[in-house]
């Protein structure tokens, strides 16, 4: 900046003489000015007040920051790259509607890379078959964007991966229960598939991906040094051995047991590590994900979610980042960066996918999981709320035909019905027809801890199963269900809806049109909203698996 004071430009420049000052510097007298300037310079000048100082420091701090914001949107611009929009499927779920505020929840997929560019084979990336993604989180901002969920998608899970676009401009065939991570390797190239792995979570789903932002090892690394580091909890010693299996010996302790901070390489170190830890599965290793990233939103929002504590993290970041079209600016990024800065830690919670184990594979639980996709859709937290019911200006919960979460007990309900738990099953096939039942028994006080589809052939009638010492309950549960029988010999109780119940309680045009959410989606069992973790739990809580 031309004739800033002490910069090299007017003081030291090379072009003057050596000892030439700027002419008139206070105590440094120079023969070429005349005597009379000089005089008029040796006035005293009017001391300007505290307060004139301060408002000049400020104005000359805000100054900077501007343009030196300006000049570090310009360099992130400069960083980010983006995935070919084309790539993704042009059969794809429809957006999400707005409510009554004209906002929308956004779905953003995250995937960690492990490819070899960018100097991340320096930090254990990469192999021969190009980049490979072992950690997939999708990221639902419910509208109100006071609540957000992160489902962990198991790597390891046996899906169906739609086709896909190679760099060579041809598409794949769909393939049928393969691993997920396989999408991100479509092509065997060493920027990776996020098109394909969006894709992929587009057809598991039914939801529409708004965003995907794709993070390799060095732009991880790189971003927990840029937040002071990041705490973190082990149940146990960690030693070389535990990271590398290869090894073959037990080697250096890298970490020591109970909470620590760690940023760069030890964070990388951190999430990868599997082995030496529950019983050495992905699955346990998810869960330290999980904790991780609540402690790094924790940390960042700790230091204020604004551009002064973003800027520096996103210019860390960009460098190794891979986004998709809609979010390749600054600008975008800073965007949807700050409309989360409204979430409390208590709202953002962390799930896995409900799963089980088959073989050496991971199989998603039906009906659990499409569960949890349909409350998703339905913007539904994972503890049963509408995100966006509590609004002053939302339609009245008791309106018929408006959204509840859930049936609320009818007046009438005897109070110990909620020490009663009850399992809704449905038995006609009927999509939705589980739900419905789950809300007539909840509307009478009791507890349902699960909403499935019943095994076996259709049922015409109702049947209310029970256990020992349980017919008393069920017969109380039967009343709900006209015409419903009792059946003895069961584990505990359980409604299994027929035919009779679907005819007197139709869909409605809101929840059976295709493409639309349904009214009431059915409650969320508690193998999925009991494992929660909120970004405020405990860094040592929760963190391995078997």
Not at 250 to 261: A, P, T
Not at 333 to 345: I, W
Not at 351 to 368: C, F, K, M, N
Request: with cysteine; hydrophobic share 35%; proline share 7%.
């Amino acid at each position: 900046m031309s004739g800033r004071r002490g910069s090299p430009e007017t003081e030291n420049s090379p072009n003057r003489p050596s000892g030439h000052r700027a002419a008139g510097r206070r105590g440094t007298p120079n023969k070429d000015i005349p005597d009379e300037r000089r005089a008029s310079r040796a006035k005293p000048k009017r001391r300007r007040s505290t307060k004139e100082k301060v408002l000049w420091i400020t104005a000359g701090c805000t100054a900077l920051l501007l343009l030196g914001g300006g000049a570090l949107y310009y360099r992130l611009n400069g960083n980010i790259t983006t995935f070919d929009g084309d790539a993704l499927s042009k059969d794809r779920p429809e957006a999400a509607a707005p409510d009554a505020q004209g906002r929308t929840p956004v779905n953003v997929l995250m995937i960690g890379s492990d490819s070899r560019g960018n100097g991340n084979s320096d930090l254990g990336g990469g192999g021969d078959a190009g980049a490979r993604s072992d950690t997939a989180i999708l990221l639902h901002v419910y509208a109100d964007h006071k609540h957000a969920v992160g489902i962990s998608i198991p790597r390891d899970s046996l899906v169906t991966i739609p086709p896909c676009k190679l760099p060579n401009g041809k598409w794949t065939k769909e393939q049928t229960n393969v691993m997920f991570n396989s999408a991100f390797s479509v092509g065997n190239t060493e920027q990776g598939n996020p098109a394909c792995t969006q894709n992929a979570v587009e057809k598991l789903t039914n939801l529409r991906v708004d965003h995907t932002i794709v993070v390799d090892f060095n732009g991880f690394a790189t971003m927990t040094k840029a937040v002071g580091g990041v705490d973190v909890c082990l149940p146990n010693d960690i030693h070389e051995g535990d990271l590398n299996p290869n090894l073959g010996k037990k080697g250096k302790l890298i970490f020591s047991k109970g909470e620590q901070k760690v940023e760069g390489q030890a964070a990388l170190d951190y999430v990868r590590i599997r082995h030496g830890i529950g019983d050495g599965s992905d699955i346990g290793r998810t869960k330290r994900q999980q904790a991780f990233l609540s402690s790094l939103i924790k940390q960042v929002k700790s230091q204020g979610m604004n551009p002064t504590t973003l800027l520096p993290l996103a210019d860390a970041a960009t460098k190794s980042l891979t986004v998709d079209p809609g979010l390749g600016s600054a600008a975008q990024l800073m965007s949807f960066a700050l409309s989360l800065k409204d979430v409390d830690l208590h709202d953002i919670k962390f799930i896995t996918a409900p799963w089980r184990y088959e073989g050496p594979r991971v199989a998603l639980v039906h009906p659990d999981v499409d569960q949890l996709w349909a409350a998703l859709k339905a913007d539904r937290t994972i503890d049963g709320q509408d995100a966006s019911a509590q609004r002053p200006d939302a339609p009245d919960a008791s309106a018929p035909g408006s959204p509840t979460s859930a049936a609320a007990p009818s007046p009438t309900a005897d109070a110990r019905n909620a020490d009663i738990k009850v399992a809704v099953l449905n038995g006609t096939g009927e999509s939705g027809l589980g739900g419905r039942g789950a809300e007539t028994v909840k509307g009478a006080g009791y507890t349902v801890t699960t909403v499935g589809n019943a095994t076996g052939k259709a049922r015409s009638t109702t049947v209310v199963e029970y256990g020992a010492g349980e017919r008393t309950a069920a017969e109380g549960i039967a009343k709900l269900f006209p015409g419903a029988t009792l059946q003895s010999g069961g584990k505990g109780l359980s409604v299994v809806l027929g035919h009779d119940f679907a005819a007197a309680n139709p869909a409605t045009a809101a929840s059976s049109a295709p493409g639309t959410n349904p009214a009431s989606p059915a409650p969320l069992p508690t193998s999925v909203s009991g494992t929660a973790r909120s970004a405020d739990d405990d860094p040592c809580a929760n963190i391995s698996y078997g």
